[in-house]
């Protein structure tokens, strides 16, 4: 989860301190002044299944959230050479994949440099490398990981909305519903501009999925300011909530903030905001039973007989096969489902060609 990297970045810069002292001068972070171009690491993609592979397209932020360590460990936003992106999509479609994933430190940001040079016309940003690679041919589907309001608005939302292979799926990050504490976290967005982006969105699409991340209990959070939160989860209809209670990362802004969250309170909003969340969710699921929508079948389970996958919207699907040889056939292949009930943690649905 996105919250959780500080922790992986706080842990990798102590190793590398370990290590440093253990073998000598030969291992130093680079400042984040000499963090300007984006790396080829050489190993960048990852592949969560056969079906799904992850593309890095971005590193860096530039955004410096106050209660964010990442700006500092990672250096300035900068972009991947969209021909390596191209050609890295290009070889992972030709092995099978279905659906590619862009992922970055914050992807939005993708081509936001100033000197980001690019051959498209009348495109910006993240649209840049959307729009290449949705023109690649084939069937398949492209996913974009968590993205940051501040750089996505409601116009560049109704611009991504043109390409079909893009999917209705947005993880948009909300952290909190309280104007004053996202300006205390330094985001740069309000209330309005967040459900500015979510009506373009719903208004294409009634079966736009969302999911976000929420934190409780940031440095001078009252009552009011949760439950303003809690207002944005039960307005938007989130498929899906990540609530996170506040925790300090030395060396931010947040964490020198006086009136601290008691854990108490933390703990107990949390929970709060989790059932709130979770109703929200359920009441997105059944507002999608009877849609039609493709799914990307990933996994065949022999004890319910059923084959299930994700639809572009995001929402987990279930789907009763004849038989184990009709469920293995079924992976790996994009097939349109009519949803029929809120089953698990999705829904239940039937195949449209049947
Ligand atoms: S946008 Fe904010 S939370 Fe996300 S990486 Fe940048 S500073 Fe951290």
């Given at each position: 989860e996105k919250n959780a990297l500080p922790d992986h970045i706080e842990k990798l810069l102590q190793d590398r301190q370990i290590k440093k002292e253990q073998e000598g001068p030969y291992i130093h972070i680079l400042p984040r002044e000499e963090l300007k171009e984006y790396e080829e690491s050489g190993i960048i993609t990852s592949m969560e299944s056969r079906t799904r592979a992850y593309i890095k397209i971005q590193d860096g932020c530039n955004q410096f959230c106050s209660y964010c360590i990442i700006p500092y460990a990672r250096g300035a936003a900068r972009s991947r050479a969209s021909q390596d992106i191209i050609r890295e999509a290009k070889s992972l479609l030709e092995k099978g994949f279905k659906e590619l994933v862009l992922t970055g430190i914050n992807t939005a940001l993708y081509g936001s440099e100033e000197d980001f040079r690019s051959e498209e016309k009348d495109v910006y940003g993240i649209e840049i490398i959307v729009k290449q690679l949705n023109d690649l041919p084939g069937d398949f589907r492209i996913r974009l990981s968590s993205l940051?309001?501040?750089?996505?608005?409601?116009s560049l939302a109704e611009r991504l909305l043109k390409y079909d292979?893009?999917?209705?799926?947005?993880?948009?990050?909300?952290?909190?519903?309280?104007?004053?504490?996202?300006k205390a976290m330094n985001r740069h967005y309000g209330r309005k501009e967040y459900l500015e982006i979510v009506e373009v969105l719903r208004k294409a699409d009634a079966g736009y999925g969302l999911t976000t991340d929420v934190i409780v209990g940031f440095p001078g959070e009252r009552e009011k300011d949760f439950k303003d939160s809690a207002d944005m989860v039960k307005r938007v209809g989130f498929?899906?909530?990540?609530?996170?209670?506040?925790?300090k990362r030395p060396g931010t802004k947040a964490a020198e903030m006086r009136e601290q969250v008691d854990p108490q309170t933390k703990k107990a909003r949390s929970a709060e905001l989790i059932r709130i969340a979770e109703e929200s969710s359920r009441d997105f699921l059944k507002g999608t039973i009877g849609d039609r929508r493709k799914v990307l079948f990933e996994e065949y389970d022999d004890t319910s007989g059923m084959v299930s996958g994700f639809s572009d919207n995001y929402i987990k699907v279930y789907c009763q096969v004849d038989d184990e040889k009709h469920g293995?056939?079924?992976?790996n292949t994009l097939k349109e489902v009519k949803f029929s009930e809120i089953y698990l943690d999705g829904v239940r649905g039937t195949f449209c060609d049947k």
């Open positions: 940051e309001p501040t750089v996505i608005n409601a292979k893009l999917c209705h799926h947005m993880h948009l990050s909300l952290q909190s519903g309280s104007d004053r504490i996202l498929l899906k909530t990540h609530v996170f209670p506040y925790s293995q056939c079924l992976l």
